[in-house]
């Protein structure tokens, strides 16, 4: 039986068909469709945009798509092979994968795409333009318009031939809160899935999370609130430097620290050091490291708390923390406490006691770690 989603007597479809006869007659239709819809075609008039007209794929000259590439090569390395994972869920569903620069200009593309039909080839190919002023109205355009992920089907693209598509889109946030580009999933004459938005918002979260691991840095911060469990794509993520200069940071954590600001009211990461975002300094969370169990509270300057578990840069690779709170490879953290430690003593001579009083632990602890007894 088919879904009452996709029968042809859908009252969604119905409103779409009504709202597009209300366009075409030169009426905006005020609350039919999602307020970012009639944004976007309201935005596609003010181009000069018609309804009626066809929508042409044009692609940007070659010196400029030579650029754009050279512009976003760390953009499309670092989403590759999370869309050839994305290209597994997707593999039945007659739909494919786009990425655009922050322009809209497709960089790169995956999945079951086939370039026998021109209506897939024509918006696949590298170099593409398929911004707002260019297409209209697409899931492509509008997110990157409205900075938020978006489900748009069939009669909803503002072009009457771009309404074979339907599509799921969601906007690429770089490092430094800036926007970078977007994901799409687009089909053609497909089955409206609009579960795709939370598939294309999971997946841009983890380009976004790559793109802010591959930043220099020298500690990254996971960050949730009490309660959560650590290690999963819903933290936050902050990048810091070996003074505690922020050098990146996801938008999750951007929206957990008012500081970092996220959007326009972004700040500058060099500009921000890691005690102006928290009531603690650098070296505390270096120092949780050589603890079996790093994970601590931060106090916001809000007064607001966050769970933290401190991560160096070498150990990003480990698997995420379980719910347990207990770190993904305790012996390794142990060994890098335990050669802490033996380091202190041995640049105090085997004086245990300034050894101690320089890590600021007790006698007996650095006895403990180091599996020998105390000595009276």
């Not at 068909?17 to 007659?25: F, K, N, S």
């Not at 070498?314 to 335990?338: G, V």
Request: net charge neutral; glycine share 8%.
């Amino acid at each position: 039986m088919t879904p009452a989603a996709f029968q042809p007597g859908n009252p969604r479809l119905a409103t779409i068909a009504r709202a597009r006869e209300l366009l075409l007659g030169g009426q905006l239709p005020t609350g039919a469709l999602p307020v970012w819809v009639e944004r976007s075609w309201q935005r596609c008039l003010q181009h000069g945009l018609q309804p009626q007209h066809q929508a042409v794929f044009e692609v940007v000259n070659d010196a400029l798509a030579r650029r754009t590439l050279e512009a976003n090569q760390h953009l499309v390395h670092t989403a590759r092979p999370i869309l050839e994972n994305l290209g597994r869920a997707i593999v039945n569903t007659r739909y494919f994968a786009i990425l655009t620069n922050r322009e809209g200009v497709v960089v790169d593309n995956s999945g079951p795409i086939d370039h026998t039909d021109p209506r897939a080839h024509l918006i696949t190919r590298v170099g593409t333009d398929l911004s707002e002023r260019s297409v209209g109205t697409t899931a492509i355009s509008t997110a990157l318009a409205e900075q938020q992920p978006v489900w748009l089907h069939r009669g909803e693209h503002f072009f009457s031939n771009t309404a074979i598509y339907s599509c799921a889109g969601a906007p690429l946030i770089g490092p430094d809160g800036s926007l970078v580009g977007m994901l799409d999933l687009t089909g053609i004459d497909a089955l409206e899935r609009p579960e795709l938005k939370h598939l294309v918002t999971q997946t841009a979260i983890k380009i976004e999370n790559a793109l802010v691991l591959a930043q220099d840095h020298a500690l990254m911060l996971r960050l949730n609130w009490p309660g959560s469990t650590l290690g999963s794509e819903a933290d936050g993520l902050l990048c810091l430097d070996a003074d505690g200069w922020v050098t990146a940071a996801n938008p999750i954590a951007r929206q957990m620290v008012p500081h970092l600001g996220c959007g326009g009211d972004t700040l500058h990461p060099t500009h921000l050091h890691v005690s102006e975002l928290f009531g603690m300094q650098v070296d505390v969370l270096f120092d949780a490291l050589r603890h079996s169990n790093p994970t601590m509270e931060l106090p916001l300057w809000t007064g607001l708390r966050l769970r933290a578990l401190p991560v160096l840069r070498a150990d990003e690779s480990q698997p995420a923390l379980r719910a347990n709170h207990t770190s993904p490879d305790a012996r390794h953290l142990k060994d890098i406490e335990t050669a802490l430690i033996r380091q202190a003593v041995d640049q105090a001579r085997g004086n245990v006691a300034q050894a101690a009083q320089a890590l600021g632990i007790s006698r007996a602890t650095v006895y403990r770690k180091m599996g020998q007894r105390p000595k009276h």
